[in-house]
Every structure is written in C-alpha cells, then in structure tokens.
Nanobody, 127 residues
Framework: QVQLVESGGGLVQTGGPLRLSCVAT????????MAWFRQAPGKERELVAR????????YYSDSVKDRFTISRDNAKSEVFLQMSYMKPEDTAVYYC????????????????????WGRGTQVTVSS
C-alpha cells in the first residue's frame, strides 16, 4: 500500500504562484508514474500533469501548459506541482495520484491508470 498526502493548497490571487507537494509513503518502490489531477465543483476530474518516475518524462494538459511544472524527488518519493500565472479557472481540489508497478490496461493519462490517491488539497484563485 502507498499513502499520499498533499500539501500547499490555499488562496492565491490571479496571476500569482502556488506550489503543491505530495509525499508518498509505504511501498513506493517501482512506482511507474505520478500525477496531479483536479476537480472543480460540478465538473469531472481532469488530469493536470503527469511525470514518469524513472525517465522524468512530463505531460501537461493544454489548460496548464507553460504555466505549471511537475517535478519529483526520487529519493524522498515526493512530487511537486509549481503553479504560476494562476487563473480563477484553476480553482479546484487538487489530487495527487500514484501508479503501482506493473502493466496497466489504461493510458497513464487516464485516471484509471492510478492505484493510489491522496485526499486532495483545495486551491482557490481569487479574481
């Protein structure tokens, strides 16, 4: 089992930055990928960014590309989301997700690829 705990959420003004962190504990060895998802009220959960644990390959949704950066600290089993030039539409609960080792039926851009989820951290961008 893997436990994920997010931190760093809060209230930020439009155009401002915010940095989220997610610490993974438990059986983290061999994690394939980690990702950040978000869900705004009344909307479906969406992928924000994904990072492959060993190669470091990054993916961003079009809505955050060039504004957000995902990174990881392999030694600490920690993943970060640096958010810049934030917009009111970035307001959502942000969730960290991790995939266990092994093959998957789904793409790593699909939420069903991930086995473990944090409880989420609220991010609110004021206009």
């Amino acid at each position: 089992q893997v436990q994920l705990v997010e931190s760093g959420g809060g209230l930020v003004q439009t155009g401002g930055p915010l940095r989220l962190s997610c610490v993974a504990t438990g059986r983290t060895f061999g994690t394939n990928a980690m990702a950040w998802f978000r869900q705004a009220p009344g909307k479906e959960r969406e992928l924000v960014a994904r990072i492959l644990w060993y190669s470091g390959n990054e993916y961003y949704s079009d809505s955050v590309k060039d504004r957000f950066t995902i990174s990881r600290d392999n030694a600490k089993s920690e993943v970060f989301l640096q958010m810049s030039y934030m917009k009111p539409e970035d307001t959502a609960v942000y969730y960290c997700a991790s995939a266990a080792p092994g093959d998957r039926r789904f793409s790593n851009l699909d939420g069903r690829y991930y086995d473990y989820w944090g409880r989420g951290t609220q991010v609110t961008v004021s206009s």
